[in-house]
């Protein structure tokens, strides 16, 4: 594996990665020179001035994943990742307490004009008497988006004991209420606060969403402040707002166009200016390099990453007992079209059990890529496995059942609806291993791994002799042999696991044994502990 950092990232993280990969440190690189060499590359990571565009994505034929040190991934397209199947991974929660503090301390620099004071002072002026400010205790804080950092944040007002208010319409009245804050409409928050700071995503819904029209709703002795992203404040408006006197300050980390040299706001005297620091200590950096570099490994090894941004996130819990069972979905997937090899226009696939208490879109996806990847031109996996699905006008159900299944605390199955011959298939976890347990309706039990000749035969003595000869004379040896049927003397499967692949000039051969119908070799991931080719 070979991955490519092209920014800072700390040593911590640097040497998670080195533990179990190549890593490659190319900072300022140009947009021509990484397009060139990001063919070599299996991972990148990058923060928050690495432009990740389509097209460097597209010339990424081996990229698989691609982590962003930070939280926002404004400077990756992450349709195009999704497109071309490549996950995207953030570190959302690494930075948190520093963006909070950071957030905290401008509130404070506003309210006692700590800027100007040390400004003046240092400049040899003794300005005491001009250079009142006011107590936070008692104030108004108006949050715009009370997410992880905007609690954080709610969190250590309420120490300076400060009112909280908020607008964020995914946040129920309830949540915000047992963080001590009451919800509002944006319009009632901005009119209301004395301090607006902003904590929500940059996205097209939120770009400039606080313009001209908001900022005359904010009173004049109010001030404004933003960690989050620039872009969602209109810095023109701001700014006019500001030499106008129709807001008393604005405290700024962030800007539309960074460095922010020669931005106007940033030479006003009402405004605090930083240089996008709210991420900036050494304990912020260290955990976002952790977080981003575990989250990349995850998926280089073939593991759901904990802070994924294009799959869908599990909470840890969730995650620790779903983790097996996408494999098995996928391994189901993959087994159920090399043993038809063909699709119809329907898949049902039906969960039981405690698996039902999780969310299982992510079962889904793991089915599909499995199902998909074999019979696909493009790379698919869980990233892009509904989209290319759709494309190939393959209609999806999913049935819930959250009564355990006889001998099963969790099930899944697969079926082809209004076929002719009853296609499907079931499995399970067994000792934390994937088990297949029924096909086609019939009653089976083996682990899903490695390779399998597979057939459908009628249940007759020689079967097994006829196949094994062939086998022996190919010096390809048994490992297992799993058989079910119906009835005897009616339609049986028999699995053959083999410690190598059989070649396709010999397939043809186990079609002369009597009585065989149809054999398919069925090629999987190998498990650890079984032999591999």
Known sequence: MHILVTETLSEAGLQYLRKHAQVDVKKGLSAEEL?????EYDALIVRSRTQ????????GNKLRVIGRAGTGVDNIDVEAATNRGIVVVNAPTGNSNAVAEHTIALILTLARRLYSA????????WEKGTLQGIEVRGKILGLVGLGRIGSLVASKARGLEMQIIAFDPYISPERAASSGVKLTSLDELLSQADFISIHTPLTPQTRGMIGAEQLALVKPSAYIINCARGGIIDEQALAAALKEGRIAGAALDVFEVEPAIGNELVRLPNVIATPHLGASTAEAQASVALDVARSVIDVLEGRIPSNPVNVPYLPPKALEF??????????????????????????ELIYE????????QILSSAFLAGLLGPISAEPVNIVNAFRVAKQRGLSISETRHTSRREHFESLISARMPNVPEERSISGTIIQGEPHLVMLDGQRLDCVVQGHMLVDLHHDRPGIVGGMGQILGRADINISFVQMSRVRRGGPSIMILGLDEKVPPELMPKFLQVPNVQRVRMVCLPPLDGYLEE
């Open 35 to 39: 397009l060139q060499v990001i063919k």
């Open 353 to 360: 059990g405690k698996i039902c208490e999780y969310n299982t």
């Open 322 to 347: 779903l983790q097996p069972y996408v494999d098995l979905a996928q391994r189901l997937g993959s087994f159920f079209v090399q043993w038809h090899g063909e699709l119809t226009s329907k898949i």
């Open 52 to 59: 990740v565009t389509a097209e460097i994505i597209a010339a």
């Open 118 to 125: 040390i400004s003046s002072l240092k400049e040899g002026r």
